[in-house]
Structure formats: C-alpha cells, structure tokens
C-alpha cells in the first residue's frame, strides 16, 4: 500500500515538527500496511527550488541515518502550490515525484481564474509533467459543488483524495461524486502529526471497500505503483 500525501519529514512544514513526530507517523503507516510513503512537503515560488531540494532532501537523509525501526520506503516529493511561471521552472523536474514525471499540485482555495488552466496545460504539453491535484475534494464546501471542478477534470490531470475526507459525511459525499465521474485517482492521508492530522489510511480503505467495492480500492492502489513506475494512468 501506498501513502501517495504525507508531511512526515521534520522541521520543513508545517509536518512533523521534530524527528520524534516523524518516527511516529512512520510507524503508525507501517502499522497500516503502508510499503511507501511518499513525502510532500509544501512548495511555493517565494523559495528557490534548488534550496527546497537541498533542505527536502537534508530531512530526509537525517530520518534515514536516524530512524532505527522498520518503517515504509520514503519516495522524496513536494506538494507544489500552482503559480504563474511554474511550467518554465528550469528545475521543476526536481519538484516530480521520486524519479517520474508526476507532480503534486495544490490548488488555491479562491477562485480559479483561466491561467491556472493555463499552467496544467503548459506543464502537460510543454514539460511533459503529468499533474496530480491534491485533495480536490477540499476545495468543495459542500456536495452539489462537484460541478465547480468541470472545467479542471477536463484538463490531463489526475486526482488525489485524503483519506480523512472518506471517514466525515460531507466531504465523503463530495469524494462520491468525484468518484461517479471516475475522477479519483490516487490516496493519501495528508499526515502533519500524529495527534491532530494523523495517517487514517486502513479506516479510509475500509470505507472505500465498504462504499466502492474491492475493485475501486483495487484500482486506486494500482494507479499508485503505475505513477511510481512513471507509467501512464488511465481512468
């Protein structure tokens, strides 16, 4: 099982604030049977992407010298949020998941003006990245608001949900209506903490057998291997 939204590296975010919160989440995950843990800590352009990188990777190189139990492979990634100007990045690719071509984008809360389309088409037809929209389910207040999304899912981009979303009433009856338009791709717990923001990914899972059927968790796992082998995904 893969953990495709996590903020598990310390003192980058506002994640794990120390290495004790993040031996703490990587357990609970490999209690969960989660094999990997793909770590997105926020990006946004007010840092140069090299010093991101330095300090992402930093992190996580102490975690690994550091940590002395088992706990999930940890695959280095950013959760990016979209700006203007981001398609010419000369090293976007670093910001990809792992060594693929994917990448998290976070969308902002307000309106969507057209550049932000702009973008995801630049960075599809012009970086040959391939965008992931973290929780997009969050940006509907209430169910009904799926409609809002129209004009993204038409765009070649694929769609991470957060596992805590699956476990409240709203939000699951937003991620139903994502799911009835086949436009749930990928989990993630969106971990920060292990107290107030922890991993529910095996209560989520549950939800997903119980609401979709084996098949539809079936499928979400396997577009996650498929991303991390940098294969293309078909909805």
Not at 6 to 15: A, K, R, S
Not at 91 to 103: F, M, P, S, V, W
Not at 200 to 226: H, Q
């Amino acid at each position: 099982m893969i953990d495709f939204h996590t903020h598990v590296l310390p003192g980058i975010d506002d994640g794990a604030a120390n290495f004790e919160e993040t031996k703490q989440l990587l357990l609970s995950q490999k209690n969960q049977n989660i094999e990997i843990v793909v770590a997105t800590p926020h990006y946004n352009h007010e840092c140069p992407i090299e010093k991101f990188v330095d300090h992402r990777d930093s992190s996580l190189s102490y975690v690994r010298k550091k940590i002395d139990v088992d706990i999930p492979e940890i695959v280095p990634a950013a959760e990016v949020a979209l700006y203007t100007g981001l398609s010419e990045e000369p090293d976007l690719k670093r910001l990809c998941i792992g060594e693929t071509d994917y990448i998290l984008i976070e969308m902002p809360y307000f309106y969507w003006n057209s550049w932000y389309y702009d973008e995801l088409y630049r960075l599809v037809n012009n970086r040959g990245v391939h965008p992931i929209i973290a929780h997009l389910e969050r940006y509907a207040s209430m169910p009904g608001q799926v409609s809002r999304f129209n004009k993204l899912l038409e765009q070649d981009v694929l769609v991470q949900i957060n596992a805590s979303s699956l476990l409240k009433f709203f939000p699951r009856q937003v991620v139903k209506e994502l799911w009835s338009k086949n436009a749930v791709s990928v989990l993630g717990s969106d971990c920060h903490d292990p107290k107030s923001r922890p991993c529910t990914i095996s209560a989520a899972c549950r939800v997903i057998l119980r609401k979709f059927g084996a098949d539809g968790l079936e499928k979400m796992m396997s577009n996650a291997e498929a991303i991390l082998e940098n294969k293309i995904v078909t909805l």
